[in-house]
Structure formats: structure tokens, C-alpha cells
């Protein structure tokens, strides 16, 4: 299977700064999928084909990438953004996610 | 508006079978792919399995010798199954639209279902 490995693990930023994770796969996939995660609630589709926002998803959210190698990026850290996101694939059976980071506020 | 709204025994004793149903509105499951996610409390994302419009399934081949899916379009609702629970099938269970080609736009609110005695 297609493993996701994701980093970092944790991280924090201030308001106003730029964040920028990534998610790394064992082998090539055509397209990543992002989602946002905030305790006590279920997953949100934030990007998918790599880099299409979901609907009512900020401009400040970004995706890209190719290969094995993929990026979620935040232009502009605000509160709200605060959770854990997990990256996804489905180039193959099974999919799999990647084991998330977490974003904190500073 | 879409909704999935899953609902499940909370509570199954270790080696007993779990059965969830998962209810859905403002979508048709002719039209649309459902599949099960689940996730340990404190962990990450676990994909279970799918069931296709046309009553196909794929799973996780972690879960293919105890898990079934099936559904019934006419009642909008999907059917999970799983045997031989252990502890660590401790998870919140979430049925989840399939939107476009591979990825999961709509999500339920989730069923916690513990393993204990």
C-alpha cells in the first residue's frame, strides 16, 4: 500500500504568517486530497485534485505538487485555521491517509 | 441539503459483530459512492471500504475477511457490518460521501462505538 508520511507532526504559527506542510507518498500518485480537522467534529474536504479548492474553502488555502511530493500551504495564518490536516490519496487500493499535523495557534 | 447521520450500538462486547447504519438525505445512492472511515480516539484516519452506485464494494484488504457493506437505495441507507471486534476497533465510524472521482466531500457526524467487556 501507499504510505502517506506527513510533516511536521506539529507545528505553530502566529497571525498573519505564512504556513506551508507537506505530505510525502511511497510511490506516485496522480492527485493528493487535503482535510481539516477540528476536535470534536468530523473531517472537512479542503483541496482536491491536488490543488482545487472545495467549496466555501478561503483563497488563503493552496495546494500543489506531483509525484510523491505534495504541499498544503496557508498564505496568511488566521485563528480559525487551528486543527489537525490530514493529506489522502486514491491511486490504488487502499487508500490511505497521511497521519496529520497538527496547527496550532502561537 | 446532503446529510449522513450514522447510528450504532456504542457499546459491543469483544468478539461480537458490529452492524452501523448509515442514513443519508439530499443525495441518492444510485448517483453517489458511500464509504466507511473510521478513527481510534487520539489517531488519524483509517478507510474502511466503499460501496459503488451499482452495489459494488472494495475494501481494505486490513478488514476483508470481516467487514461487509451493502445498502438499500430505496430506503437511502448504507449497512456496515464488521466480526470478530477487538479493543482496538475502538473507533469513531464515518460514512462519507464519494464527490467527483476519489475523495470525500460530505461527511457524517460519526458513531463512537467502544469494545469492551
Known amino acids: 500500500q501507499i504510505v502517506l508520511t506527513q510533516s511536521p507532526a506539529i507545528m505553530s504559527a502566529s497571525p498573519g504568517e505564512k504556513v506551508t506542510m507537506t505530505c510525502s507518498a511511497s510511490s506516485s500518485v496522480s492527485y493528493m486530497y487535503w482535510y481539516q480537522q477540528k476536535p470534536g467534529s468530523s473531517p472537512r474536504l479542503l483541496i482536491y485534485?491536488?490543488?482545487t479548492l472545495a467549496s466555501g474553502v478561503p483563497v488563503r488555502f493552496s495546494g500543489s505538487g506531483s509525484g510523491t511530493s505534495y504541499s498544503l500551504t496557508i498564505s496568511r495564518m488566521e485563528a480559525e485555521d487551528a486543527a489537525t490536516f490530514y493529506c489522502?490519496?486514491?491511486?490504488?487500493?487502499?487508500?490511505?491517509f497521511g497521519g496529520g499535523t497538527k496547527l496550532e495557534l502561537k | 441539503q446532503v446529510q449522513l447521520k450514522e447510528s450504532g450500538p456504542g457499546l459491543v462486547a469483544p468478539s461480537q459483530s458490529l452492524s452501523i447504519t448509515c442514513t443519508v438525505s439530499g443525495l441518492s445512492l444510485t448517483s453517489y459512492d458511500i464509504s466507511w472511515i473510521r478513527q481510534p480516539p487520539g489517531e488519524g484516519l483509517e478507510w474502511l471500504g466503499v460501496?459503488?452506485?451499482?452495489?459494488?464494494?472494495n475494501y481494505n484488504s486490513a478488514f476483508l475477511s470481516r467487514l461487509t457493506i451493502n445498502k438499500d437505495n430505496s430506503k437511502s441507507q448504507v449497512f456496515l457490518k464488521m466480526n470478530s471486534l477487538q479493543t482496538d476497533d475502538t473507533a469513531i465510524y464515518y460514512c462519507?460521501?464519494?464527490?467527483?472521482?476519489?475523495?470525500?466531500?460530505?461527511w457524517g457526524q460519526g458513531t463512537t462505538l467502544t469494545v469492551s467487556s
Open positions: 489522502q490519496h486514491w491511486s490504488g487500493y487502499p487508500l490511505t
Open positions: 460501496i459503488w452506485t451499482g452495489g459494488g464494494t
Open positions: 485534485d491536488t490543488s
Open positions: 462519507v460521501r464519494v464527490g467527483g472521482d476519489h475523495y470525500f466531500d460530505y
